[in-house]
């Protein structure tokens, strides 16, 4: 009778190790999922960009964004102290224009240029201005009320 147990007992310390050993070595550990959520960027232009008079015949008219009132004037808001980049219209794609914009009915405007810091300040809020330079008026330039828009955009 001692024998059995004896037996019985080493096989199920064997079944018990033969359970272990199909199960395999396990581990394990968690991680932790973060995420920042930051203000959206906001861009409104608040006065236009006004070149004003100008007589057939006049030479080209640059506004600076630092000392002229006519450029144009945006205001920024969005993640205090991020920086951002702008971008103003290439040369060769803003052409004001009269009447059906025939000829003598357009006027180009370049080298846009602006005065922001790009970067928001601690308020979240901010405003600067944009300039640029009407080309020159042709002798035969038509009279009349010139205009056209122009897009602004920001990025973070």
Known sequence: MKFTKTVLMVGAFLLSV???????????????????????LSLT?????????????DSA???????DLETAEFFISGEPNR???????????VI?????????ETIAVDSFIHNSPESIPGSGIDGWRVGATRAALG????????????TVSIVY
């Not at 272990?20 to 968690?30: E, L, S, V």
């Not at 920086?83 to 794609?93: F, Q, R």
């Not at 004001?96 to 003598?104: F, K, Q, R, S, V």
Request: glycine content about 14%.
């Open 18 to 40: 033969n359970i272990y050993a199909q199960g395999g070595n396990t581990a394990n550990a968690d991680g932790t999922a973060t995420a920042s959520v930051i203000a959206s």
């Open 45 to 57: 232009n608040s006065t236009d960009l006004i070149f004003g008079e100008g007589i057939q015949g």
């Open 61 to 67: 008219k640059s506004l600076s964004p630092s000392a």
């Open 83 to 93: 920086s951002y980049t702008v971008t103003l219209p290439a040369d060769g794609t």
């Open 96 to 104: 004001m224009t009269t009447g059906a914009g025939g000829t003598n």
């Open 139 to 150: 002798a035969s330039q038509v009279p009349g009320s010139y205009s056209t828009t122009f």
